[in-house]
């Protein structure tokens, strides 16, 4: 967007869209971690600990309403806003880092995958991993469950993965089958009739070592101008 936008203009607009989304985060009790440009990554289950269930819907509600709220903003320069959102649920290490202007970050595979699982997302969906699928199978209650398949992942190979939908009162997730057990087991995890274990998050802050569960939610913005005969679409 910066290539195609004053870098002005790329500002106000960010600054609008994540004022909305820290509002979200507040509300869904979901930790802010970072934005980078038209980057945002938040996480449920750190830095205070919560159940990995638990964890998983804060998360997809944080999710969901970001993409409501972006439907519905149409920013003070007139542009309509479109997102990708990825999730994935796992292990991070968390920590506080550097001397001056000391920031909380987490690392690890998780974030990576969160991160592919956004970027192989589509245009305001919600894009989700197996193990994310697995904690929300069963405390799902509003939400529809849509498997995707196997999609080939960058630095992964194929996944398993999902979309998630608000469900309407007709929709139902309870007889959503597991991938088959003709496919061969992952490197981070069974699939077929073995289940899925909630995995724990060592996180790291100096002098203090805790476990967490949690899930990451990251997200990319493209934005086009309302205009009467066209659309302008930036990537």
């Keep these: ?26 509300v869904h009790s979901v930790y802010k971690v970072e934005t980078i440009g038209d980057a945002f990554m938040c996480a449920g289950g750190v830095p205070d600990q919560m159940d990995p ?5 804060h998360v997809i ?16 320069d007139g542009l309509k806003l479109q997102i990708r959102i990825g999730v ?11 001397v001056k ?14 991160s592919r699982m956004e970027s192989n997302s589509e245009p305001m969906r919600t894009h ?10 069963n405390s799902s209650e509003g939400l529809m469950l849509e498997e995707r398949g196997l999609v080939e992942i960058k630095g992964k190979g194929e996944m398993f993965t999902y979309w998630v939908t608000q ?15 003709h496919l061969p087991p992952t490197r981070d995890h069974e699939v077929g009739d073995v289940a899925w274990k909630p995995l724990t998050v060592e996180s790291f ?21 309302i205009n009467k005969k066209r659309n302008l679409f930036f990537d």
Excluded: W
């Excluded at 203009?9 to 989304?21: G, W």
């Excluded at 989700?128 to 199978?137: A, D, Q, V, Y």
């Excluded at 949690?214 to 101008?225: D, P």
């Design 205 to 225: 802050i100096p002098g203090n070592i805790e476990d967490y569960p949690m899930s990451v939610v990251q997200t990319r913005i493209r934005s086009h101008e």
């Design 53 to 57: 269930e638990e964890s998983a819907n």
């Design 88 to 98: 994935h649920s796992g292990p991070v290490v968390a920590a506080v880092i550097g």
């Design 128 to 137: 989700i991993s197996l193990p994310t699928f697995e904690l929300l199978k």
């Design 101 to 114: 202007m000391p920031h909380y970050c987490l690392f690890g595979d998780t974030v990576n995958v969160a």
């Design 1 to 26: 967007m910066v290539g195609e936008m004053p870098a002005m203009q790329v500002v106000n607009m960010l600054n609008e869209l994540y004022s909305l989304y820290d509002q979200l985060a507040e």
């Design 61 to 76: 509600s944080m999710a969901l309403g970001m993409i409501q709220k972006t439907e519905e903003l149409i920013t003070v």
């Design 167 to 181: 469900a309407t009162e007709s929709d139902s997730t309870k007889d959503l089958p597991l991938p088959g057990a």
